[in-house]
């Protein structure tokens, strides 16, 4: 994760943002009104429809393709589990004396790979502890290398210990770029933006009425700013209320099981 978005103060600014904008547009409409009592809404009708068609299929867009990347990376999750389980297992095609050795730098690898996911969203640990467990990789891999040419090793080694390692450090690497792959922020800043500018239309329109109906101005507002706060929260699932780390379950298990 290269960047990520806290909702709540968004969706804080986008509900102030919004309510300012909706008064705005009201006092533009009032002074319209005034100047053009007949015609000062001509078309208006055809702009608004553009610009709330355009502002609903921007969130269609972000709303349905962040839970894909939440699913992905749940899965992904699992897939580690799983590649380095196997890697625990084929340990025992190793000698007794170079097992333990590596099944204990297996066993810091995997807690390094919890603390990098614990440490988010403060980023800057989180890559911190991503590169200890580059680091653990090397290491693994060389040890593992010099241990399949020693004596007393099964026959065939190399052949599955191997291959099951690099099992293990691709999915890692893919959990990585997966995390850092999100909407780009100029779209979350054009979800402002439409809002904003929705809400203006939304206050012009409403120029007519002697009074505000608060009933309408709430309903709208407020179903705009948690459609946009839900989206935030499963865009980044580790950094709000709307949280993945449940699934990393599977991992802390896979460790209390490498006695």
């Not at 009201?26 to 429809?49: F, Q, T």
């Not at 699992?78 to 625990?88: G, S």
């Not at 010099?146 to 890692?172: E, S």
Request: charged share 20%; hydrophobic share 50%; aromatic share 8%.
């Amino acid at each position: 994760m290269e960047y990520w978005i806290p909702a709540l103060p968004f969706a804080a600014a986008l509900l102030l943002g919004m309510l300012i904008c909706l008064e705005i547009g009201r006092r533009l409409g009032i002074r319209s009104l005034a100047k053009y009592p007949h015609g000062a809404a001509s078309g208006l009708g055809l702009v608004e429809g553009a610009v709330f068609a355009l502002y609903g299929l921007l969130v269609a867009f972000t709303f349905s393709d962040a839970p894909t990347r939440t699913d992905v990376a749940k899965r992904m999750i699992q897939e580690e589990a799983n590649a380095i389980d196997t890697v625990y297992m084929r340990l025992d095609l190793l000698s007794v004396e170079s097992q333990e050795a590596l099944r204990e730098q297996l066993r810091r690898y995997v807690d390094s790979r919890l603390e990098t996911y614990r440490k988010l969203p403060d980023i800057k640990a989180a890559e911190m502890e991503l590169s200890k467990s580059a680091k653990l990789q090397t290491d693994i891999w060389s040890q593992a290398v010099a241990a399949t040419r020693l004596q007393g090793v099964h026959p065939d080694a190399a052949k599955l210990l191997l291959p099951a390692l690099n099992d293990m450090f691709d999915i890692a690497g893919t959990r990585t770029m997966a995390s850092r792959m999100h909407v780009p922020l100029i779209i979350f800043a054009l979800l402002f933006l439409l809002a904003l500018v929705c809400s203006v239309l939304a206050g012009y329109g409403m120029a007519g009425e002697k009074e505000r109906s608060w009933l309408h101005i709430l309903a709208f507002v407020i179903i705009t700013v948690i459609t946009v706060y839900v989206v935030l929260e499963i865009e980044y699932p580790r950094t709000g209320f709307i949280r993945i780390n449940a699934y990393d379950q599977v991992l802390v298990d896979l460790r209390q099981s490498m006695h």
